[in-house]
């Protein structure tokens, strides 16, 4: 998750600027939904989405209502709240109000979508689902229940069954171009050590 860019490279070289200058051509124009926004690398995601990709066309966010929270109380929430990172115990905090002042028009195509994953056909609207059809390209899968303590069934029902809903909206999507599926502590949990490859 993390971005070279021209602030941050150390040796004074444009080499990390032409990396972030292509990410950023990559999204312009795109639209994402991201599952999972309230989670802590949903919340890393959205962040790095509207600080570096300013040119990027919508981003719709799959949440779910709380008792007694509306999806628009729960969205304001998330904008207003801090993304927390570890880095061996050291925490900074990056707040979404700072991707907001730097980009504010970004801010502006972040879109609320009232859904569940755990739900069929995600529990979306039919006016919210044709829209998500024709205006998504790619999509972030990062919603997940990360409890070891958790039911088998609710995990299955999640992790598994939510993450087989989220695929069968892409296969309707009009324009795709990519699926992204951050998968839980428990994928492949037999390997010492997991690479990022297709597994059976």
Known sequence: MDAINK???????NEGFNKTNSLEEFYATSGIILTGATGFVGK???????RMCPRIA???????????????????????DPVRKCYSCFFQYL??????????????????????????DLNLSRYDKNLLLEEVNIVFHVAATVRFSELLHVAVNVNTKGTGRVIELWNELRHPISFVHVSTAYSNANLHEIEEK???
């Open 58 to 80: 919508a981003i719709f966010i799959l949440l779910r209502p709380e008792t007694n929270k509306t999806i628009e109380q729960r969205f304001t929430k998330l904008i207003d």
């Open 7 to 13: 602030e941050t490279n150390e040796n004074g070289t």
């Open 198 to 200: 297709v597994y059976t």
């Open 95 to 120: 707040s979404l109000s700072g991707a907001k002042s730097k980009h504010p028009s970004v801010l502006s195509k972040v879109y609320p979508v009232k859904g569940d994953v755990i739900l069929p």
């Open 44 to 50: 890393g995601l959205l962040e790095k989405h509207i």
